[in-house]
Structure formats: C-alpha cells, structure tokens
C-alpha cells in the first residue's frame, strides 16, 4: 500500500519553518505497513496544489495533505480541494462552528467572519472534526483512494492521525503485518557497528531486515520482518536482536527505540538514583532534554545554569583561583562545578558541563567548540575534553548528548 504526503506552504518553501509533519507522519504509516511513495512541498498557489494531486493520484491510494486551512486569504486548500474533486459548493459545519466558537469563548474573544470561514467546507467532503483546534479535517474519496487534508499545527495533525487517520487506513486497506524490534547503542559510530556485528547481519533470513538509524550521539538498529506477527517471528526476531545485544554489550542501551536520555532516567529509576546539572554553554539544553519526559521528577532534581564566572563560585563553589589559573573552560572547573552540584543539590550524580559554543570567544589554546564536560558521582568524578565544530547551535547539542554519553558510561561501571 502506497502513500503520498503533499506539505502546502510558502513558510515551508522559503525556510522558514522545517516540515516536520511529513517525517512523523511517514514513521507512523511505516508502523502499520503502509509505505511513503513521496513527499511533496508545494506553494500557496491553487494550480501547484492541483498538479501535486494530480500527480499523486497516479502513484498513490492515500494521500495525505498538511496545511493551508487557516482562516486567512493565503489558506487556499479548502477552495483548491472542492474545485478539483467538483464540489458542489461550500456549506457549514455547525460541529465546526460550535467548536470554533467554543475555543474562543475561553479566552472571551468574539468570532469573526474570517473565523466563521473555517466552519465552511466542500459539500462533498466528509468532516473530521478537529479536538484540538479550530480547522477541520477533511476526507475525500475518488475510486479505491482516500484523500486527507489536515491542518499543519503539527500536534493537531498528530491527534488525528493518531484518533482517527490511522484507524481509518487500517479499516479501509488490507495492510501487511510488520514487526519492529530496536534496540539504541551510544558510543559507538555506525560504521564501526556494522563491522561488528557484520557475521550477524549475514546470517539474517531474507525475510528479516536489519537497518542502521543514526542519530546525534546514537544509532539505533532496527530489525524488521514482514511474513507477518506470530509468535514463530517475534521468537526469530528477538534471536538475532539477542545476538546483537551480546556482540554490543559494551555499547547497549535499550531494547525499545526512545531517545537516548529518556533510556538513561528509566536506568537510574530502576536504581533509585537522582541527578543534577550544572550548564554553562549548554544554556539549561541538557534540562530540557530531561525534563521533556514525564516523570523524570523522581530522577532529575534540577540544576543550575552557571554562564557566569561569578555564579561558578557562588551557586558551586567553584575556587576564584581555578578559574584564574585554569579558565571557566578546563578540567578543573568543571570537576568542581560537577562536585559543587552533588553536593548543593545532594544527588548521587551530577553533570557539568563548560565550552566555548562560538562562533566567537575561541583562542589559539582553546578554539571555538572545546568543551569540557564532567560526571560526577559521591565518590569518583571522570572528565573529558571535547572538541567540536565551529556552530553554536551544534556544539550545544552535540555537548549535551557527550555529556549523557559520559553519564551512562559511569552508570555501566557502577552497575557491573
């Protein structure tokens, strides 16, 4: 079964914002067996829209289509799709409407007519009411296809694939039986993984598939058959993930495809152990990552964000002369900031992290991307230099996902 996602948008084509509906959405669909054929972003423009359809319809059964359902002159999907599939003309959606007016009701705002104009759709549609905001989901039929437009917020798109559009696919196409089975690795490149389990791969049945997914920091294996889910399947997939797991000991670490600091909290849950940061160049990015999880209350106990020199010494204890002799960027201060941290927020762990993200402040001695990142345990603390690029943006990231890297290779030492 095929698939085509078409993205309509300007904002989209000129840089503006990333589209991120298409990737989430080809992942969901890959779950259920339905593979993504293309993805097309398209202008604000009624004749581009038209021929994406077009063309999608000779490729595709389902077709998937984000944005342009907004209330202004620019969001022209409505009025394209009821020309294309001849509508009979627009009517009102009262559930729409109610839905509309009930949303503003809670902030004490009037509907506009501009706003009464998202209540209006093709009469040949059918509506799919939206739960999470104001535009409607519209689906459409031409022969054995389906035809979806969804607004491009992407967490209203989400709510409805997830409600709605998959349950829909699945009821409507007879879709093959796929099994995944991930496990993530960290520390160790995708290269240097393929050649260690490359006895492994080459012994893989036809019928299951082994793909290398990496990603900053990690890389995740994913094993996959499509014969169909039994227990015989699940028995031989789970063998050769078994196999992989002993060959990569050193580098496991989950048997579930989550991100590499939601695998780290569910460890030291398990253990009952807390955690603390200490961010100069990260800028509170690790506690973002480790507070996008929910519960990760019961392992992270919070932190500082020390940028300052002044608030080393004075929320950590960092010594004025290991920041005069060493500098703010040096395995000296950030074994104290790490040390400081265990001790201000009583945590059996704690991180810190010191760099010079760029793209200014670097010297001969300590160029643009030299961080320093320590752990911190209540008796042992490891240290280690890194250097990356010159991007702020990166060097933020890729700082934040060394410094989990660390973490979890102290973690390993303490639980063998």
Known sequence: MLAEI???????????????????????????????????????????????????????NIILITGGLGPTKDDITKKTLAEFYKSGGMVLHQPTLDKVASIFAKYNAPVTDLNKLQAMVPDNCEVILNENGT?????????????????GVPFEMMALMQDKILPLIKATYNLPSIYHKTILTAG??????????????????AYIKLAYLPKLGIVRLRLSTVTGITPETQQEVAHFAK?????????????????????????????????????????????HLLTQHS????????????????????????????????????????????????????SDYAIAISGIAGPDGGTAEKPVGTVWIAVAHQQQTIAKKFTFSNKRLQNIERSAIAALNLLLRLLKQHQA
Request: with cysteine; glycine share 6%; charged share 25%.
């Open 295 to 346: 519960g990760s209350s019961s392992v992270f106990l919070g932190g500082g964000i020390v940028y300052a020199n002044a608030l080393k010494v004075k929320q950590l204890g960092v010594s004025s002369q290991t920041l005069d002799t060493y500098g703010a960027v040096s395995e000296e201060t950030v074994t104290a900031m790490a040390n400081g941290a265990i001790k201000n927020f009583n």
């Open 135 to 151: 535009a409607p989901c519209m689906l459409f039929r031409n022969e054995d296809r389906i035809i979806v437009s969804m607004p």
């Open 6 to 60: 078409i993205t309509i948008g300007d904002e989209i084509l000129i840089g503006q914002i990333i589209d991120s509906n298409s990737a989430w959405m080809a992942v969901e669909l890959n779950k259920i067996g339905v593979k993504v054929k293309q993805i097309t972003s398209v202008s604000d423009d009624a004749e581009h829209i038209k021929e994406a359809l077009r063309e999608a319809e000779k490729r595709a």
């Open 188 to 205: 160790i490149g995708e290269s240097f993984l393929a050649e260690k389990i490359a006895h492994i791969e080459d012994s893989l049945p």
């Open 243 to 287: 196999l992989i797991k002993n060959e990569i000991e050193d580098f496991w670490v989950a048997d579930e495809d989550i991100p590499l600091e939601k695998a780290i909290l569910n460890l030291m849950d398990t253990h009952k152990l807390t955690l603390s940061v200490a961010e100069s160049c990260t800028g509170g990015y690790l506690s």
